[in-house]
């Protein structure tokens, strides 16, 4: 299984509004990620786990707050988000750098559409 | 430190004909590379990968890059376009633990 799966599809939230986006994967990677992308623009990182353990927040403002119960399971809980939080939000999964094979190849899976109102 | 550019931002070509989308690479390291492909509202899928082994790379769809140290290349490339290769491209480069760092990205239309 070469698939990383998210849910949900989209999701509609208002600014005060509290929301979760998860994310899974059972290709035995042990590093997790979570990236932001806006309109036209490459995906920007947000978080990274590595062997369940937060290793780069990359300053994203506590209105989100990441989570890794499993090391198949990622979450990303969402509260009090502002219009401008509105993008479509990844996740990613990968051995751990270097690994087995000495190079980062991260599988994608197809995002959760997120409009904050 | 480690970066990527993207030519073009945009590329046309007609049904049939060859693809060209450029990515200059800089990095301290010994680079891995890759190519990834977005359709509309899709999540990324990898098209190939460079991880020092050859220097011509072969992908999924048809696609291959060329891994050109002198020049710090990596252009992909194809020999016919087909309606389904419309998408965004971006080229990546990972020189060293879990970051990758993107390139802003190339939109490839394909004309009948």
């Known amino acids: 299984d070469t698939e990383v799966t998210q849910t949900p599809k989209h999701l509609v939230m208002g600014m005060t509004n509290k929301k979760s986006l998860k994310c899974e994967q059972h290709?035995?990677?042990?590093?997790m990620y979570w990236y932001k992308q806006k309109a036209k623009k490459p995906p920007e990182l947000m978080f990274v786990?590595?062997?369940?353990?937060?290793?780069i927040n990359e300053s994203v403002p506590s209105r989100f707050s990441p989570e890794c119960p499993n090391s198949s399971l990622l979450n990303l809980h969402l509260h009090a988000l502002q219009p401008e939080d509105s993008a479509l939000y990844l996740c990613?999964?990968?051995?751990?750098?270097?690994?087995?094979?000495?190079?980062?190849?991260?599988?994608f899976g197809p995002g959760t559409r997120l409009t904050v109102l | 430190a480690q970066s990527v550019t993207q030519l073009d931002s945009h590329v046309s070509v007609s049904e049939g004909t060859p693809v060209l989308l450029r990515c200059n690479y800089s990095?301290?390291?010994?680079?891995?590379l890759f190519w990834y492909v977005q359709h509309p509202n899709k999540g990324l899928q990898l098209l190939l990968k460079?991880?020092?082994?050859?220097?011509l790379v072969k992908g999924i769809n048809g696609f291959e890059a060329e891994f050109k140290k002198s020049e710090t290349s990596f252009h992909l490339t194809k020999p016919s376009a087909h309606m389904s290769d419309a998408a965004e491209y971006f080229c990546?480069?990972?020189?060293?633990?879990?970051?990758?760092?993107f390139g802003t990205g190339t939109q490839l239309k394909v004309e009948l």
């Open positions: 990613a999964s990968s051995q751990p750098f270097p690994g087995l094979a000495g190079y980062n190849e991260q599988f």
């Open positions: 290709m035995g990677h042990r590093a």
């Open positions: 786990y590595s062997y369940e353990k937060l290793s």
């Open positions: 990095s301290s390291y010994s680079p891995s």
């Open positions: 460079y991880t020092s082994a050859a220097t």
């Open positions: 990546v480069v990972s020189g060293g633990g879990n970051k990758l760092t």
